[in-house]
């Protein structure tokens, strides 16, 4: 396997040019009329951009990138079967993220100063920090508009958060001095953990790529590595201000994973300037000094431009505020991180009896794999990491476990996750602890990682401990070699999920069309999804919208429509602004407006259009 490291000298180029000259003399003596005496030159441009583009194709990281998207494809395939027409999960949460998505690239084209009043949840404002801005996928959502264009849109971010969390962690084990094997198992269990396969509807929770990668980037260019330690020779500002770059992308998706992702970078900073203070206060080069300032400084900067729209939330809409009380139920037990959620193909049905007793499945349900806590466990006591290196990622693992577990750790739930609630700031935003099984899963995977690296060690005849770029050798046989990467089937094998799928429904009337403000009926947290992903067409303004909370001007509108269309319902929506109410036919059964279509209007005012799947009334 080729090293990144590794590459051609000048000297191999001069003799690759040389033996193209000479197939090429032998070419022309044996094809060339013997009369003709100036035959072509030799294409020599030619086949050095073809030798080139040969060993970028066999290159380390290109094998990396394009296996990463394969097998995001293969492991996503529902996603990837159907992408203008079906979406992963279901239609609460993704037809969400797709309306957000599609106002992003709306906003940017049209008015990027308005892009935090979006146009549902009307007449709120600042409504685009009610939930994840998803800023960081801006690029994509500028290309294409409507409905077919939001669900491939949706759709190709799904699968490429998947590449880039197992491309993006395979970096980092590889960084951290991992061979091949291990990397790749190791990076497999990342991205296809079990616990994710009940987040396929949280786009925000998938895209997590960042965040292994921006760690890789920055270890690479700080020359630091868990195996080698720190080379000052290897230290690279570029690298350094690239991963503070990917950091600050990361945080630009969504504060839920960002905030964690935030202050764990605090931390590995204060550590390092610990050791570094430890170590007798060694020359640091100042270019890399000034990568961290200046890379620091712009994560930061994102950081607290983007959080001034939520401050502004919080103070606006206290209902917003949530309470430990609120966490409580989203908070896992001990058990949770054996447990596999429904969606998975390979224990799910085992797993149900267990799910059944649980307040919160889909964000209590958190296994991280079988095979990936085997190969941990084992990394405990036999592995290439040294002894001091395996208690510190045990600690950390026993630490990120006691966090996840939120106002469960301990029986009155007042440390731990409950201290950082109450005074970091941020914290008191996220109300799903479980969700930082995200670094048990990292650290699982280093431990792993070490365990398959020293294994392919011992096969290889490994033993030079001060080699950089270790190799495959000849020294065990080839089968035996390839039987490492084995655990990868198993990891995979756990990762499979069912391929849930839905099929949204087509807009059954141009919303951009009639008069806004508008009301769509029935409104509530499941219906309002679907009603803004209708809207992506014109994003007329609408008052319909899904968050984690209800504002009180949205209640205030419900609570004036619960018996419309009686003319006191309809005089007080009038005065509420709203000028057009749409009933969806079909939508309405059990709800407070099921008898609304049987119902005459009093108010001679009042236009009613039946359209069949939907009735509009013009205020």
Request: glycine fraction near 8%.
């Amino acid at each position: 396997m080729t090293s990144p490291e590794a590459g051609t000298t000048g000297v191999e180029d001069q003799d690759t040019d040389r033996d193209d000259d000479e197939r090429w003399q032998r070419f022309a003596t044996e094809t060339t009329d013997p009369e003709d005496t100036e035959p072509e030159a030799p294409p020599r441009r030619v086949t050095r951009w073809a030798g080139h583009a040969a060993r970028i194709l066999r290159h380390e990281w290109t094998l990396a990138a394009l296996g990463s998207l394969a097998l995001a494809v293969f492991m996503t395939w529902p996603a990837a079967a159907d992408p203008a027409h079906t979406i992963p999960q279901d239609l609460g949460d993704p037809l969400l993220i797709t309306y957000v998505l599609a106002w992003t690239g709306h906003a940017l084209w049209n008015d990027p100063s308005g892009i935090w009043d979006t146009s549902s949840f009307w007449p709120a404002v600042d409504s685009y920090a009610f939930t994840d801005t998803f800023l960081g996928y801006a690029p994509a959502a500028l290309i294409g508009s409507g409905h077919e264009a939001a669900l491939i849109r949706y759709n190709v971010l799904f699968i490429l958060a998947f590449a880039l969390a197992f491309l993006g962690c395979y970096a980092l084990l590889r960084q951290l001095g991992a061979r091949v094997a291990g990397s790749v198992v190791g990076a497999a269990a990342f991205a296809y953990a079990p616990w994710k396969l009940a987040q396929a509807g949280h786009l925000q929770v998938l895209s997590v790529g960042g965040i292994v990668l921006a760690l890789a980037m920055l270890a690479r260019g700080h020359g630091w590595s868990l195996r080698y330690g720190y080379r000052r020779n290897r230290t690279r500002w570029g690298w350094v201000l690239g991963g503070w770059l990917v950091a600050a992308w990361q945080v630009s998706i969504g504060f839920g994973m960002g905030v964690p992702f935030a202050y764990l970078l605090a931390g590995i900073g204060i550590v390092a300037v610990v050791c570094w203070a430890v170590s007798g206060f060694p020359r640091v080069p100042w270019r890399i000094v000034a990568a961290d300032a200046g890379g620091g400084l712009v994560f930061a900067a994102v950081g607290l431009l983007l959080a001034i729209p939520y401050f502004r939330v919080i103070e606006a809409h206290p209902e917003a505020v949530r309470t430990l009380d609120y966490v409580d139920v989203f908070s896992p037990t001990w058990s949770s991180f054996l447990i596999a959620p429904g969606e998975s193909a390979l224990w799910g049905e085992a797993h149900a009896p267990a799910r059944a007793e649980m307040v919160a499945p889909v964000e209590t349900s958190l296994l991280v794999g079988f095979t990936l806590l085997s190969l941990a466990v084992v990394g405990l006591v036999w592995s290439v990491w040294t002894r001091r290196q395996r208690w510190y990622l045990a600690a950390g693992t026993f630490v990120s476990v006691a966090l996840a577990m939120g106002t469960n750790f301990i029986d009155d739930g007042t440390w731990a996750y409950a201290l950082l609630f109450e005074y970091l700031p941020g914290f008191d935003g996220l109300r799903t602890p479980g969700r930082l099984v995200l670094y048990t899963t990292i650290l699982l995977a280093i431990l792993a990682a070490g365990t398959l690296t020293h294994l392919a060690d011992r096969l290889d005849g490994y033993a030079n401990e001060d080699r950089v770029d270790p190799r495959w050798t000849v020294t065990a046989p080839v089968p035996l070699r390839l039987a490492v990467l084995l655990p990868v089937l198993l990891v995979l094998a756990e990762g499979m999920g069912v391929g849930k799928t839905a099929r949204p429904e087509p807009p059954p009337v141009a919303l951009s069309e009639l008069a806004d403000p508008i009301l769509v009926l029935p409104s509530d947290g499941w219906n309002d999804t679907t009603v803004q992903y209708w809207s992506v067409d014109g994003f007329p303004q609408i008052t319909n919208g899904t968050a984690a909370f209800t504002p009180t001007s949205q209640q205030e509108i419900r609570d004036d429509a619960l018996s419309f269309p009686a003319p006191l319902s309809v005089a007080a929506l009038r005065e509420q602004g709203i000028r057009t109410v749409v009933i969806v036919r079909d939508r309405v059964d059990g709800t407070p407006w099921q008898n609304a279509l049987n119902t005459a209007t009093q108010d001679p005012t009042v236009t009613v259009t039946d359209l069949g799947a939907v009735v509009v009334f013009a205020l």
